[in-house]
């Protein structure tokens, strides 16, 4: 929102299609370094860089190209709708302005944009895809780009007690992210336990199971739950990490492939959460952009319906 959503704007796109291609463009939650890949590397026994070249990758690029195509006509459609309405007007095409808050901010050099790419550079370089003689993990990527990072900064600045310093919002914004983010997943995974224990999970099973198709009908139960939960509670982090820890042995007592069936729920529950007026990543985006969060889902939902649906069936393929 910072840095596109004025570019985007300044290209003659309306504010609503430029707010919604950031809520629709943070839907796919590819890349080695996150938490809901971690957590899947882990179940399927797989080091995070196998896991997310050869199994998510695999997967998600038919949803990204579909979403593309479908963000690109249905924004425009959008457009043509709501001028043609008086819905939009030529203000919603015109540049922010600026607040002396916004004008006395620092700028950071151009370089500092390379500081998200060590983690990507260290696991690549230190997995056996390049190196099996050193295996780094998600965590220590981190915190060695966590420490690169703070020392680069505070040789630019000269002073290192005042790079330390800004290390303090880094952890108040990480502090506000998990408690909402591990508040829902305690709740969900509450559902979840409540779903296993009275005997719901079994009960899908057992009444598909027998069927021809009884491992595709239990993988289209499970990938409904997920997508409906994260769209119900805005969050898919608390949707899949209740659910995935079931799916290595739901996969083994219906001959299916646990990676393949966990990876597409992993994707399925970022796009739900995309669709979610109440999801953090909406509010925010609406309230940086000035919209409502409602006319931001209406834009984003049929992209995110095309893109989940090109993910069940692609994943179908493989599991």
């Not at 593309?68 to 043509?80: E, G, N």
């Not at 990543?281 to 939902?301: C, E, H, K, Q, W």
Request: glycine share 8%; hydrophobic share 55%.
């Amino acid at each position: 929102m910072v840095s596109l959503y004025p570019v985007m704007v300044m290209g003659g796109i309306s504010r609503q299609s430029a707010a919604a291609t950031i809520l629709v463009g943070g839907c796919c939650c590819f890349g080695p370094s996150g938490g809901n890949n971690l957590l899947a590397a882990d179940l399927t026994k797989m080091h995070v860089m196998d896991f997310f070249l050869n199994v998510q990758w695999t997967i998600g690029w038919v949803a990204v190209i579909a979403m593309l195509v479908a963000h690109f006509f249905i924004q425009r459609w959008f457009d043509k709708r709501d001028l043609a309405k008086g819905i939009l007007t030529k203000e919603d095409f015109e540049v922010p302005q600026l607040t002396k808050e916004d004008a006395k901010a620092e700028n950071a050099p151009l370089w500092y944009a390379l500081f998200p790419l060590i983690p990507v550079i260290l696991l690549f370089v230190f997995s056996p895809l390049m190196y099996k003689g050193i295996r780094m993990e998600v965590v220590t990527a981190l915190l060695v780009s966590t420490f690169v990072a703070l020392i680069l900064d505070g040789i630019r600045r000269m002073n290192l007690k005042e790079s330390i310093g800004t290390i303090k919002t880094f952890a108040q914004g990480m502090g506000k992210v998990f408690t909402s983010t591990v508040f829902l997943i305690v709740c969900a995974e509450v559902f979840a336990a409540g779903l296993t224990k009275s005997g719901g999970i079994a009960e899908i099973i057992n009444s598909v199971s027998g069927m021809q198709a009884g491992g595709y009908a239990v993988f289209t139960v499970m990938f409904l739950i997920v997508v409906g939960s994260a769209f119900v509670m805005g969050s898919g982090n608390a949707a899949f990490f209740s659910f995935a820890p079931m799916i290595p042995d739901i996969a083994a007592k219906v001959g299916l492939n646990a990676a393949f069936m966990i990876s597409p729920l992993q994707l399925a529950s970022g796009m739900a959460r995309s669709s979610s007026p109440i999801a953090g990543v909406t509010i925010a985006i609406a309230g940086l952009s000035g919209l409502n969060p409602f006319d931001l889902i209406r834009r984003s939902i049929p992209v995110m319906v095309i893109a989940i649906i090109a993910t069940y069936l692609r994943s179908l393929m493989l599991i």
